[in-house]
C-alpha cells in the first residue's frame, strides 16, 4: 500500500532537514510513538516502540528503524519493521523524504510503502488508509508545532 503526503513548514531548508533527520527529535511529533533507543546514530540505525489502534485492535509495534539521509540532495530513505508481540503480525514500511524550498515555507514531501502482516493484513485497505492519513496529518500538525516558533 502506498502513501503520499506533503507537509508545508514555515521553517527554512535547513531547519527542517535538521529536525527531520534527528529521529529521536522528530520521533515524538509521530502519533503513538513511546520511545526511540539510538542503537548506532552514525549509522542511522535505531530501536522504537508505537502504539496504534486500527478498528477493534490496539497493536503494540516494535522494531528496528534505519535512515539512510543525502545532506547534499535533502532527500532521505527510512526503512522500518515492527511487529506486534501480542497478536502478531506487522509492518514494514519503505519512507522517502525530500524537501521542496518554496520562499519561506518548505515543503516535506513524503512517499511511503508499506507491507501490512498478520491481523494488521487482515484489515482491509480502506481502514487501513484511513488510519494513515490521520496519523499522517497529525505528525505535520505536530511537526509544524515544534518548527513554526
Not at 516502540?49 to 532521505?76: F, H, M, W
Not at 480502506?126 to 496529518?137: C, T
Request: with cysteine.
Amino acid at each position: 500500500m502506498n502513501f503520499d503526503q506533503r507537509i508545508t513548514v514555515k521553517a527554512s531548508p535547513e531547519k527542517l532537514w535538521a529536525f527531520v533527520t534527528d529521529i529521536p527529535r522528530v520521533a515524538p511529533c509521530v502519533p503513538g510513538v513511546s520511545g526511540v533507543e539510538v542503537v548506532d546514530a552514525a549509522a542511522g540505525r535505531y530501536k522504537g516502540k508505537l502504539g496504534v489502534s486500527v478498528g477493534p485492535i490496539r497493536l503494540t509495534l516494535e522494531g528496528d528503524l534505519r535512515i539512510e539521509a543525502d545532506t547534499t540532495a535533502q532527500t532521505a530513505t527510512l526503512m522500518a519493521e515492527a511487529r506486534d508481540r501480542r497478536l502478531g503480525g506487522g509492518v514494514h514500511t519503505t519512507m522517502k523524504m525530500a524537501l521542496e524550498p518554496a520562499g519561506d515555507v518548505t515543503d516535506l514531501v513524503i512517499t511511503t510503502e508499506a507491507t501490512f502482516l498478520g491481523k494488521l493484513g487482515d484489515f482491509g485497505q480502506p481502514v487501513i488508509r484511513k488510519k494513515a492519513d490521520s496519523m499522517l496529518a497529525d505528525f505535520g500538525k505536530n511537526l509544524r508545532a515544534q518548527l513554526e516558533v
